[in-house]
């Protein structure tokens, strides 16, 4: 049996060395998401609605709305669904309040049980409807 030199030298087995079953794959996280208020608990807001660009599917967020934005985020698609959480400052002040920030993810499922990666996170929040435009850039691996 013949062993490339990094077998030879290697304590660990080839099939822990080699994950042969998993290329890696890039996504582009520009996306956008149009989610609107299911329940409030003081500033703590419980949204949901379409996603669309790179990633199509749905989002459930929680969303702590005060001098700081933050939550966390489920985006399900028909081919797995992805966690993550994200902070952003507001800007501005009345009805309509821009974010800016950055989002990471925490996890996913399905083809994206790998997933991993961080990006930004740009949005609107409308005070009156409580409702939100969520925009994400960035790359994430999986």
């Given at each position: 049996?013949?062993?490339?030199?990094?077998?030879?030298?290697?304590?660990?087995?080839?099939?822990?060395?080699?994950?042969?079953?998993?290329?890696?794959?890039?996504?582009?996280a520009t996306s956008a998401g149009h989610l609107h208020?299911?329940?409030?608990?003081?500033?703590?807001?419980?949204?949901?609605?379409?996603?669309?660009?790179?990633?199509?599917?749905?989002?459930?967020?929680?969303?702590?709305?005060?001098?700081?934005?933050?939550?966390?985020?489920?985006?399900?698609?028909?081919?797995?669904?992805?966690?993550?959480?994200?902070?952003?400052?507001?800007?501005?002040?009345?009805?309509?309040?821009?974010?800016?920030?950055?989002?990471?993810?925490?996890?996913?499922?399905?083809?994206?049980?790998?997933?991993?990666?961080?990006?930004?996170?740009?949005?609107?929040?409308?005070?009156?409807?409580?409702?939100?435009?969520?925009?994400?850039?960035?790359?994430?691996?999986?």
């Amino acid at each position: 049996m013949l062993m490339s030199p990094v077998e030879s030298y290697s304590s660990e087995p080839a099939a822990r060395r080699l994950d042969i079953g998993h290329a890696a794959r890039s996504l582009n996280a520009t996306s956008a998401g149009h989610l609107h208020l299911v329940r409030a608990e003081g500033s703590q807001l419980f949204e949901e609605g379409p996603v669309t660009g790179a990633v199509v599917g749905s989002m459930r967020a929680m969303l702590n709305t005060g001098a700081i934005f933050s939550g966390t985020f489920t985006t399900r698609t028909s081919a797995g669904s992805i966690d993550g959480r994200g902070r952003a400052t507001p800007h501005g002040s009345g009805r309509y309040q821009s974010f800016s920030g950055t989002f990471v993810v925490t996890g996913g499922s399905g083809r994206y049980s790998r997933i991993s990666g961080h990006g930004g996170l740009y949005g609107v929040f409308d005070r009156r409807s409580d409702s939100v435009v969520i925009q994400t850039t960035g790359k994430l691996s999986f």
